[in-house]
């Protein structure tokens, strides 16, 4: 048994790689379509993140294992073709091939991009993380990309269906050796293979490069400068340090992921006098909308009846007195959110350079305690402990 091909016959290791991208693509497909197809509803969102996660880790392994098919193609001699006198019939299996080529490396690429700018629902399943080297977080790129996935998945079933077709015509019409030399590694004398020409490959290249152009123009625009993690909350119009710039974000472990959201809008009414060294410095009041909520591709079911409910209760109050000791600061208050009201105790640092001062804080809460997400009981869906972070520059006034 031949590792390596010759100009008769696939070696082992192509074969293998043809059929293991064939398990991968095959089963990748149907666990997409599926788990689109599936309501994001309570009892249902736990297996189609399940569902999702598996369609991405299968394709993350497809374009690892599609980049050694073909680099491994490069070095190797390719089989002539059975019956080269059939240019036409040749040409289109050649059309065919390339752009299951393509796709090998574009469907899942792009749905890697999709996952990668745009947290929230779904991890791939292994241990080095969820990003992509440089993809940031983008709901535009995001929905380039996903559209973009989508195109391409109808081009490579396409291609598919023709491929298979072709073996199948060649198996069971011409009764060649074409299947049984991907099959068993059948050698077969053929005549000397005509010059190839690259004329098949650029129209596999032209017709994705059709659809992404498709794609770029019939999405809707977008704002030169989308909403950031890192937004500027809304000034404040009470107590004597006026807001200038923050942050209000917070995590939440999804299928024991952990994806990272933010809200876009809020405001902090602050008195605090730093001449105190002990004891009560001053309060705080931090009013947050809910509606400005943003967790990457799940934000809408955030704002749901299920989980946030913004539509009955649009806002979040946290309210605290403000105490030092030393260069030791904390808000101990309470927090006011979904209907319901608890103690909240929030540590932070706190550094006063003249008129200007710079915070940063960090708590957290079990969302139980506030009746968000009931319907969500197992903590392997949306984990119970949410932390929130919130860093801000003020003003003296």
Do not use: C
């Amino acid at each position: 048994m031949s590792l390596s091909n010759t100009q008769t016959s696939y070696g082992s290791v192509a074969r293998v790689l043809h059929w293991l991208m064939a398990l991968l693509i095959l089963t990748a497909i149907p666990l997409g379509l599926i788990a689109n197809d599936m309501a994001a509803d309570p009892s249902s969102i736990a297996t189609k993140a399940s569902l999702f996660s598996i369609h991405k880790t299968i394709g993350v392994a497809a374009f690892l294992i599609g980049l050694a098919r073909i680099l491994w193609a490069l070095t190797q001699a390719h089989p002539a073709p059975l019956h080269p006198e059939r240019r036409v019939e040749t040409w289109l299996a050649a059309l065919v091939h390339w752009s299951l080529y393509i796709a090998m490396m574009a469907l899942p690429l792009t749905g890697w991009i999709e996952h990668a700018a745009l947290d929230g629902f779904a991890p791939i399943l292994w241990p080095f993380g969820q990003d992509l080297p440089f993809v940031a977080k983008s709901a535009a790129t995001a929905e380039l990309f996903a559209t973009l996935h989508e195109i391409f998945g109808k081009v490579l079933m396409a291609s598919i269906a023709l491929h298979i077709l072709g073996a199948l015509k060649h198996h069971l019409i011409d009764r060649d050796a074409t299947l049984t030399r991907m099959t068993r590694g059948t050698a077969v004398a053929t005549p000397p293979a005509p010059r190839r020409s690259a004329t098949p490959l650029l129209v596999a290249l032209a017709i994705y490069a059709l659809g992404a152009a498709a794609t770029y123009a019939l999405l809707p625009s977008t704002p030169e400068a989308e909403t950031a993690t890192a937004a500027a909350p809304t000034a404040s119009t009470a107590g004597n340090w006026q807001v200038s710039e923050g942050s209000l974000g917070f995590s939440v472990k999804q299928m024991g992921a952990a994806v990272e959201g933010s809200f876009a809008s809020w405001k902090a009414e602050i008195q605090f006098d730093d001449s105190i060294a002990e004891g009560e410095a001053g309060s705080v009041t931090t009013t947050i909308d809910l509606a400005s909520v943003s967790l990457g591709s799940v934000t809408d079911q955030v704002k749901s009846a299920d989980i946030l409910d913004v539509a009955s209760r649009p806002t979040a109050i946290f309210k605290a007195k403000i105490l030092r000791k030393g260069d030791s600061y904390s808000a101990e208050g309470t927090l006011s959110l979904h209907g319901v009201e608890k103690p909240l105790s929030l540590p932070f640092t706190l550094k006063i350079e003249g008129d200007s001062a710079q915070m940063q804080g960090e708590t957290g809460f079990d969302r139980r305690d506030f009746q968000i997400g009931a319907a969500y009981k197992d903590e392997s869906t949306v984990g119970f402990p949410i932390t929130v972070k919130i860093a801000l520059t003020a003003k003296r006034q």
